[in-house]
């Protein structure tokens, strides 16, 4: 998430961006000798505004209850003061010499201080804000179990009147919150969720109710209780998901960490910690001399650890008094306890000395400066002051720009992968800007140029930190970071010196981030689990903190507290240590483990080294642990196959270790086999594995097309048909992406691809001046979709993938088929594989010849997607061969997809014609009399049958989905979430109806039904209405024509001998009729004012006009107005002919695809 990710922080730093703005034009105007215009007017409506914020954020923090916020204001304070001076400053040096190059640089360094400042402030603030929306919500969600207990109408008026203000308090603040954000898809999903929270409230009231009044009957109380319970279960996973969504930051939280989580940062901790008891143990006797001497074995290997990591000067002085203490340990430990009081004394006084030099050296150490992303990072410093302050590129510059590309390359080689080629690509095009750089030094003026040159270096260095310090921080997993808070909370449980109050509170709210930040990317089972953990963790401190602020605390309890807390977050990191290892690295691991094994069995005999030996069993431990967790990821057939095999190397390697101690007994074959039998096993694991994790890596095309499509948004080289063109490309790839994505995932890149086309539409519209701004703006989005397409990468579990629709795989598919050099594509073949299932999906669903049809069509499609991939892995296979192969594969998906277009309308009519018929069949069942025979058996009839269409009603709007026409990501989206809203609405309709059925007078239970009633069918209407749009509706006409033909026909012939069955038809004709009616409402809410758009709406006019005549006629044929049923045939005719209404649909269907007239159509078809 931007800084700018709320209206009140980019309405605050959007002016003050562009006043920095200017003041570096006016800089790199005075670079090229211009003198510098005095300033002081605008320089203090900048200082003004700075100065209010600052008392604002002062009286802010003084009325604060929020820790965070009152230890993190002062140093933000005291940087925006110290910019505000600077900046002060450099205006009276410039208006005493306009040409002052000090004054210059004071210029743009205030200017930016006060830029980062205040944007430091501002965040603080929305932190905090946030924090007491998320300390209300869990007030709230605490309060919900409460009406478990409630057992008297008293008890439930107290508990109304104590959740009503809390609610609506909360939901209001919820609702505020999202209308503030500005990143569209965290604010629909807390309006979604807050409006669930709304509707679900009544209906636990009504639920408690019902509850109550079912004393003295143990089968409507178990219904009432059911009821209750599933209410509450919604409302609390609602206010769970409201929390998980206020609290989620930015998707690359690895590199905010790193300063507190590296390995060397750890280091630097353990050593200072050690040297902090030490010094305790030599001045204050705290500890006995063998504990001490303990403890001094710790900071030796805590040393060499921080030495061997810290480079230069520093790291070999750590290493040198790490020696030397080292030393001294050993002497201590020789003395034995016959050595004299002053040989001791002088012994630990040198240790002393040196600890205290070690302590000092340490703390006075920037270890971090020798990671890769620190030495980069401290390059790239110096590299933005020159850019900053737009000085030609010296030789000095050039140096250091030159070292500066060397290091990173060094990393981009040592980190390898996607990470690294990202890397290598971005020095390779901050080498050519420098050139530019170079080349227009020599040229006179052109000081747009020579400023748009430095603001992309500016950029691209900015993209080369944060690229360096994602894959330092790679090497830090989740569970890394816990289990550090982990320690410091236990260092902290034994008193010790280092670790303080404030320390210990900074590791659990560390800890608790971090574990909340993963909780997108983990499976629901893995999410359940770290979130009853972390609660866990939470009332551990509660009650830590309880003990520790009461009155009179006791020692012994506030340790058991303190251990309960360090017992619970070890339990979290032991829990995320699990979840690492079905990560974007498992078959990484995998892979350079079985080749590790592979070289050891074949360069070593068996029981040669007892050393080599252990490592085997070792690394076949860790590569079969892996294995595991990636099968419990994976169900069916895949992860039972790594299961499989993962049994298998655990017997190869048992049988090893047999040979290993009967070594005389075995023959030399058995032993070759045995090797022979390990290495294709472990072979196949990796091979399963990668298989498996292959769809992690299927993003290396987008971010080819993304860095393709940033170069032209930076340079405009290549004009704007293929710059768009390549856009487009970096919008398919994304969607595709997004399939592995839970649906609320999903949306975020869907709603990034949607703004990135807007943007695409407003450049092609904008005048040349603007089009340098907006291809900025489309670089900056292409970058946040290539790192919500990583994060989702790293995230998606295969057990939780979802595919996407028809239109969104075309794409992928059409632009594989369409090259001119076919290749073996992932992306591609995924996507064929993918319409197949949804082919398969909807014929199964469908049945019949017309699903027998579809089934043969997708077969074909599977047989020749292998025929492809056979021709395109044989080598010896001709050009033209794999020409003929592609285009009948091409032609086969479009039959396919045609056929499945086709019949998905029928469907859809068949299915959603009739949505609130069976519930209320089953509130009829419900509310029959008591004394009704086979009431009960009749309602368990009726409720089997709710549930069956409404099961139906999803499984139809899934494949509407997935096959529909329309392709708009946000509709397809919303169809899966109204599928889940009525799903969880479902239960809860069965659930009240039955207790309504035990008691049908009881005024409570018929108002919960009646609530519940309500959401349900909303929740169908809305799903209906989305289905809708996933259809043509000229097809959706054709269909139902057909449909309502089939029931006008069944009335014309049951009037006469059973009216009552013709009525239930004639009622089937209104239903579809009315159908038709709102899809053409739907049809006109999309288009403006046009003669396409009056004919649609007349013939509407004339159908409903048709079905006022059926409706009247129908009543006076049974009411024996009349004895002639001509009217009433006559009238069905009428409704059931949609000819001239098909006719307006279709001719605007089709000159819009061929750009005829619309009556030229018409009298084409007519």
């Known amino acids: 998430m931007s800084a700018f990710h709320t209206k009140t922080i980019a309405s605050v730093l959007e002016p003050v961006a562009l006043q920095v703005s200017q003041l570096v034009v006016l800089y790199e105007a005075g670079q090229q000798g211009q003198a510098m215009p005095d300033l002081m007017a605008p320089i203090k409506v900048v200082l ?57 640089r004071k210029l743009i360094e205030g200017a930016k201080g006060i830029l980062t400042g205040t944007c430091d402030l501002l965040l603080m603030y929305d932190e905090s804000e946030v924090r007491k929306i998320v300390k209300n919500c869990e007030a709230v969600k605490s309060y919900f179990p409460v009406c478990l207990e409630i057992n008297t109408p008293d008890d439930l008026v107290f508990y109304i009147k104590n959740l009503t203000p809390g609610l609506t308090q909360v939901c209001g603040a919820v609702i505020n919150r999202a209308e503030e954000l500005l990143h569209k898809p965290y604010a629909d999903i807390l309006r979604r969720e807050t409006d669930q929270l709304k509707k679900f409230s009544p209906m636990l009231i009504g639920a408690s109710k019902s509850l109550i009044s079912a004393k003295g009957n143990e089968e409507l109380r178990n219904a009432a209780q059911q009821n209750l319970d599933t209410t509450l279960d919604k409302m609390v996973a609602n206010m769970k998901e409201i929390i998980r969504v206020l609290l989620l930051k930015d998707p690359d939280y690895g590199a905010k960490i790193i300063a507190d989580f590296h390995p060397l940062a750890l280091a630097k901790d353990a050593v200072l910690a050690d040297c902090n008891r030490i010094k305790d143990w030599l001045t204050n006797d705290k500890l006995s001399d063998p504990e001490g001497l303990k403890c001094v074995g710790e900071l030796v290997q805590a040393g060499k650890e921080l030495a061997a990591g810290v480079t230069g000067v520093p790291g070999e002085e750590i290493g040198e008094v790490v020696k030397t203490i080292d030393d001294i340990r050993s002497d201590l430990a020789a003395l034995g306890d016959s050595a004299s009081e002053s040989d001791k004394a002088a012994l630990k006084k040198t240790l002393l000395d040196n600890v205290q030099k070690l302590d000092k050296i340490v703390k006075n150490t920037d270890v971090l400066a020798s990671t890769p992303s620190g030495a980069v990072s401290r390059r790239i410093e110096d590299a933005k002051k020159w850019a900053t302050c737009g000085e030609a590129l010296t030789d000095t510059a050039k140096e250091n720009l030159a070292d500066l590309l060397t290091t990173s390359r060094a990393v981009a080689k040592a980190t390898g992968g996607k990470e690294g080629a990202m890397i290598e690509s971005t020095c390779n095009k901050i080498d050519e800007l420098i050139k530019d750089a170079g080349r227009l030094d020599l040229e006179i003026g052109n000081m747009k140029d020579k400023s748009d040159n430095r603001a992309r270096i500016l950029a691209w260095l900015d993209q080369l930190d944060n690229q360096v310090k994602m894959a330092d921080s ?24 280092a670790v303080t109050d404030a320390n210990a509170s900074h590791a659990y709210q560390k800890v608790l981030d971090v574990a909340r930040t993963v909780l997108p990317g983990l499976s629901s089972t893995e999410r359940e689990q770290v979130e009853k953990l972390v609660g866990e963790c939470e009332n551990a401190m509660k009650a830590y903190q309880a003990v520790a602020q009461g009155p009179v605390p006791s020692e012994a309890a506030v340790k058991r507290a303190q251990a309960d807390l360090v017992t619970a977050v070890n339990k979290l990191g032991n829990l995320l240590e699990r979840t690492d290892m079905t990560g974007d690295n498992a078959a990484e691991n995998v892979t350079t483990g079985v080749e590790r094994l592979c070289d050891l069995l074949d360069s070593h005999k068996v029981g040669e080294n007892d050393n080599v030996e252990e490592s085997i069993r070792d690394t076949v431990e860790k590569v079969t642990n892996i294995g595991r967790a990636v099968a419990h ?13 993962c049994d ?48 992690r890596d299927d993003n290396t095309e987008l971010v080819s097309a993304v860095g393709a499509a940033q170069e032209w948004a930076a340079t405009g080289k290549g004009g704007d048909a293929e710059g768009t063109a390549t856009v487009g490309k970096v919008i398919s790839q994304s969607r595709y992406l997004a399939r592995g994505l839970n649906t609320k995932d999903k949306r975020e890149i869907f709603d990034l691809c949607q703004e990135l086309e807007d943007l695409i539409d407003e450049y092609n519209r904008a ?112 050009p033209e061969q794999k ?65 069956l269409h409404a099961e139906k009603l999803c499984r139809v709007a899934e494949i509407a989905a997935d096959v529909g026409c329309d392709e708009d990501p946000h509709r397809h989206d919303n169809i899966k979430l109204s599928i889940e809203a009525l799903r969880d609405a479902t239960p809860l309709v069965v659930y009240s109806a039955k207790t309504l059925s035990l008691n049908p007078t009881l005024e409570h239970a018929n108002e919960n039904f009646d609530l519940v009633k309500q959401q349900w069918v909303s929740e169908a209407v809305r799903l209906r209405s989305d289905v809708d749009k996933c259809v043509k509706p000229s097809d959706f006409m054709v269909e139902s024509e057909r449909k309502v033909k089939e029931e006008v026909d069944e009335a014309k012939r049951l009037i006469g001998p059973s009216p009552k069955d013709a009525l239930v038809k004639v009622s089937m004709v209104q239903k579809i009729t009315n159908r038709v009616i709102e899809v053409a409402d739907n049809e006109l809410e999309n288009i403006g004012p046009c003669e396409y758009k009056t004919k649609l709406q ?33 009238s069905l005719t009428n409704v059931s002919h949609y000819r001239s209404f098909l006719a307006v649909l279709l001719a605007q269907f089709v000159c819009s695809a061929h750009g005829l007239h619309a009556l030229q159509c018409q009298a084409i078809m007519f």
């Open 767 to 878: 005048p040349e001046a603007r089009k340098r701004a907006l291809r900025t703006q489309i670089s900056e989005k292409m970058a946040q979709i290539k790192a919500a397409a990583r994060k989702a990468n790293l995230a998606a579990t295969p057990s939780s993938a979802e595919v996407i629709g028809f239109p969104e795989c075309a794409e992928i598919i059409d632009d594989w088929l369409d090259r001119d050099t076919i290749t073996r594509n992932p992306q591609g073949e995924k996507a064929v594989e993918d319409i197949i299932d949804m082919a398969a999906a909807l014929s199964n669903n469908i049945g019949g010849e017309v699903g027998e049809a579809i089934k043969i069509q997708k077969d074909k499609v599977s047989k020749l997607l292998k025929n492809l991939q056979n021709v395109l892995d044989n080598p010896k296979s001709t």
């Open 648 to 695: 298998e190397i655990k017997k190869f390697s048992a049988q090893r270790n047999w040979i290993l101690k009967n070594k005389d007994k075995v023959s030399p074959a058995q032993i070759q086999e045995n090797t022979g039998n390990l290495k294709r096993s472990l072979k196949e694991l990796e091979k399963a594995i990668n298989e498996v994790e292959r769809d």
């Open 1098 to 1130: 007349a013939e509407k006019t004339n159908l409903e006009n048709d079905i006022k005549a059926t409706a009247q006629a129908t009543n006076d044929l049974v009411q024996r107005k009349t004895a002639s049923p001509d009217a009433y045939n006559q």
């Open 474 to 497: 790679n090497n830090i997993l989740p569970s890394d970071v816990v289990k550090a808070g982990a320690k410091q909370l236990s260092e902290w449980s034994k008193d010790s010196p």
């Open 633 to 645: 990821h994976n169900t069916g057939p895949e992860g039972n196959n790594i299961n499989n095999l």
């Open 48 to 104: 003004d505004c700075v100065s209010n914020l600052a008392k604002v954020a002062e009286s802010t923090a003084r009325q604060s209850n929020d820790a965070i916020f009152i230890r993190d204001f002062p140093s933000a304070m005291d940087a925006v003061n110290s910019s505000s001076a600077l900046l002060n400053n450099a205006v009276i040096e410039l208006r005493s010499d306009p040409f002052s190059s000090q004054g210059r």
């Open 883 to 947: 020409a003929k192969a592609k285009e009948e594969l091409k032609d086969a998906i479009s039959e396919l997809k045609k056929l499945c277009n086709d019949h998905l309308a029928a469907k859809v009519v068949d299915t959603f014609v009739d949505i609130t018929g069976p519930i209320l069949e089953l509130q009829a069942a419900a509310l029959a009399p008591l004394e009704s025979a086979e009431k009960a058996e009749r309602f368990k009839e009726k409720a089997a049958d709710f549930s």
